[in-house]
């Protein structure tokens, strides 16, 4: 992992992007992982904040700060 | 000799298919330009879950029957919506029909996530039929994908479309009358071997159970290892017998104890693993396109500040027109039903028939149609937010606000409509997947000051505090802030105490924007119309009727009425009903004739103020602008002298109306969407209480402490 680093979704600013790395939540990780936001996911943080808004692939998602709280992303560049 | 063909009837065979798809995907709209205007509304059986189908061909031989189930994101599901596709795909529906075929709507621009629920749904082995649908999006996005090969690697007809510009239908519908049984093709898992193990032995145990092909018995295996984690008070209703659900425990134990925790995600990485093989080679992507419009659009209309001016300036709109250009709409459906009051008038004779007629009757029809203009209002506004893709944001916008009493940001325009009227606002609910949710907004959506409150409001502030425009203004502005803080206080209450869920976190998609469809809307409005006028008008009509026989019968004496107009309703049994609770009603500070306009305004608390002009003597054509009532009123006085509206009584009068639900339709309307009587009467008895009760302490505290008497 050199050059890289792993935060958590909620603490990122927007413009940041990166590859999802792990998909935490409870009960709620199975359905962020169907809707595509699953491991090895390029994402794109658009609004910062509570909710969040990010882009996943070719979705857009509005993502809450319990849930943002449960991924971690592996920024890029 | 042979018979001739023509003298029989050739045996018409009926196929039904099902379309699906993820939300968002253009479904409605698909569907909607194949069945054309040959569609049924209904509800599944038990459930509130639209149920819509269409003829989508007919010829001598066959016709096929086309069933739009509700949008999901996967087959294990999550809300009440998925339930209902889970349960028809897999043919658990009870009372339902088989189907016999599938058409999958994709979302062609965001090909690799939508074919998630798709290859789902191919598994299980029906002919399937996919439809790339948004071409044209995928287009813009420099996206071109190769559907001989997707066609030839997923082992279904691929069909594209752009929906709303009608294309590629025609080819779409020639598909599904070919579509035939294919050798089943199921999408190949790369699985740890422990995991095709358990897997195989629960198909083993769904094929003893249901009896289905093997290759469907192992999708239904994967379902259920991929549902384990599913809370199923959400989804109420079980997949699997018990029986088999022990079976899944066993594996999933025997799965945990090889290392493996979490088989549901296991699952679902596989498939996009296979969907990703899938993928390469089949969609290009232009890199010169990359940004989308709505991309730059998001960043201005989720923004907390920029977005939240838009969004209020909406509503503001919204909520105006709701006010302000139903009411031209209402007065002329009053108009109509007058005059047909006046030609009953002219044509029977006066008695009880011409009576029955016009204030029973057409009295009672009115009281239903009145409310289609709100109803036409409000969804032609939430069809263009839901239509145009701006109603994700606006639920996004609004979640934090709505989070502090633990109600979804859906929950928002339900609410706000509930001021204009809860009829259509307790309907709106509909978009609120989570069930506890959605019900917790009905319920409070009737504390909402609706419009026929104000009639009320403006005859009792004016009789009290004559003259003094400011604390008039004043005393509106706070009974409106009253509902406001009843309604988000009994929902706060309610998430805490009957109907908690637990907080899953917040997760909307955002669909990209596009134009609105008008055909859509409009025909949005009008399912919405009939819905009511089937679903409550026969209730709201029939209690009209009754309300009617009660002010009516029995008929005193004509000569004495001809001198006292008050004298018919003072006797009938409506009047007697009125004094007989007058005693209940003393601690609230009200004599009997408050007491007859409460009876009379049992059904429609509009009616208060006419019924109190017939109680006053003014005559019933009286309204809140009438001077008249509002003077008879301010100088009517008890027995022993004393004022009966001094400000004090007049106030828990106004608390009384603010909360109490008197509103046959919105009780009627929460049958229906609720699907029981049992929502509509707890309405009924916890607003009644709590109005009874927030009026009898404003009384006593205020007489106690000696303001306003």
């Known amino acids: 992992m050199v050059g ?25 990780a199975v359905r962020l992982r169907e809707v595509g936001l699953c491991e090895g996911q390029e994402l794109e943080v658009m609004i910062a904040g509570d909710p969040m808004v990010c882009r996943v692939g070719r979705s857009r998602f509005g993502i809450g700060r319990i849930l943002a709280e449960a991924i971690a992303i592996n920024l890029q560049g | 000799m042979f018979i001739s063909e023509s003298t029989i009837e050739p045996a018409v065979k009926i196929r039904r298919l099902a379309i699906a798809g993820n939300p968002n995907s253009g479904k409605t709209t698909i569907f909607n330009a194949l069945t054309g205007l040959h569609q049924k509304v209904g509800n599944y059986p038990g459930v509130t879950v639209e149920h819509r189908e269409g003829l989508l061909s007919s010829s001598a031989e066959e016709r096929i029957r086309l069933v739009d189930l509700p949008g999901a994101y996967s087959m294990v599901s999550r809300s009440l919506d998925e339930r209902v596709m889970r349960d028809v795909l897999l043919g658990l529906m009870t009372g ?18 939508h074919l998630y629920l798709a290859t789902q749904i191919i598994d299980l082995g029906y002919p399937t039929i996919l439809c790339l649908n948004m071409m044209d999006l995928a287009q813009r996005h420099g996206l071109t994908i190769d559907t001989g090969c997707l066609q030839q690697r997923l082992g279904v007809p691929v069909v594209e479309t752009v929906g709303f510009r009608q294309e590629g239908i025609a080819e779409l519908r020639s598909a599904a009358e070919q579509l035939k049984y294919s050798p089943a093709s199921m999408l190949k898992l790369t699985l740890p071997a422990e995991v095709e193990q358990q897997v195989n032995e629960l198909a083993e145990q769904v094929q003893n159970w249901r009896g289905d092909s093997s290759l469907r018995a192992v999708a239904i295996a994967r379902l259920l290892l991929a549902s384990v984690a599913v809370d199923s008070r959400e989804v109420e209703g079980h997949l699997i017998p018990l029986e088999l659900a022990g079976a899944v425990d066993q594996a999933v134990a025997h799965l945990t104890s090889a290392g493996i925790v979490a088989v549901d995600s296991v699952l679902v990485q596989a498939r996009y693993g296979a969907i990703r093989d899938l993928y390469t080679g089949v969609v290009q992507q232009d890199q010169s396109v990359r940004k989308s419009r709505s991309d730059r659009v998001d960043r201005v209309l989720t923004h907390p500040l920029w977005g939240g001016t838009v969004f209020v300036s909406l509503m503001f709109v919204m909520f105006m027109a709701i006010f302000s250009w139903a009411t031209p709409l209402m007065d002329g459906i009053e108009a109509v039903l007058g005059y047909a009051g006046e030609v009953v008038t002219r044509l029977i004779p006066e008695g009880t028939l011409q009576s029955l007629l016009v204030d029973g009757v057409i009295g009672g029809v009115g009281s239903v149609v009145v409310f289609l203009p709100q109803i036409w209002i409000l969804f032609f506004f939430v069809g263009l937010l839901e239509d145009t893709g701006y109603m994700a944001r606006a639920a996004l916008l609004m979640n934090r606000l709505m989070n502090l009493v633990g109600l979804p940001g859906k929950s928002f325009i339900p609410l706000l409509s509930g001021y204009a009227c809860a009829i259509p606002g307790i309907m709106a609910a509909r978009t609120i997947e989570n069930r506890r949710d959605r019900l917790v907004t009905i319920l409070v959506v009737p504390l909402m000051s609706c419009s026929a409150r104000l009639p009320v409001y403006l005859t009792v502030i004016g009789a009290i505090f004559a003259g003094q425009v400011w604390v008039q203004s004043g005393a509106l502005l706070g009974l409106y802030v009253l509902g406001t803080v009843m309604a988000l206080g009994v929902a706060w209450l309610l998430k805490r105490t009957m109907l908690q869920s637990p907080p899953t976190g917040l997760l909307i998609e955002l669909p990209p924007y596009h134009r609105p469809n008008w055909g859509t809307i409009i025909r949005s409005m009008w399912e919405r119309s009939v819905l009511f006028l089937k679903g409550a008008g026969s209730i709201i009509f029939a209690v009209s009727v009754v309300l009617w026989a009660l002010a009516y019968f029995p008929q005193a004496d004509p000569v004495a009425a001809e001198a006292d107009p008050g004298l018919q309703l003072r006797q009938s049994y409506m009047g007697r009903m009125g004094q007989a609770i007058a005693p209940v009603i003393e601690p609230l500070g009200y004599d009997w004739k408050i007491g007859v306009g409460l009876v009379a305004s049992f059904a429609a608390r509009e009616v208060f103020v006419s019924t109190m002009g017939i109680v006053y003597g003014v005559g019933d054509e009286v309204t809140e602008e009438d001077a008249t009532l509002r003077e008879k009123i301010a100088a009517d006085t008890w027995p022993d002298g004393r004022k009966v509206y001094t400000p004090l009584a007049g106030l828990s009068l106004l608390v009384f109306y603010v909360i109490a639900c008197q509103c046959v339709s919105t009780l009627a309307i929460i049958k229906r969407e609720t699907n029981s009587w049992r929502w509509p009467v707890f309405t009924f008895v916890y607003m009644t209480v709590l109005a009874y009760g927030a009026a009898l302490i404003t009384y006593q505290v205020g007489s106690s402490m000696g303001w306003g008497v």
């Open chain 1, 4 to 28: 890289h680093q792993v935060h958590v979704l909620s603490g990122l600013s927007a413009g940041e992007r990166g590859l999802v790395v792990q998909v935490q939540a409870n009960g709620m």
């Open chain 2, 96 to 113: 339902g029909e088989p189907i016999d075929g599938v058409i999958v709507v994709v979302d062609g621009s965001n090909l690799e996530r």
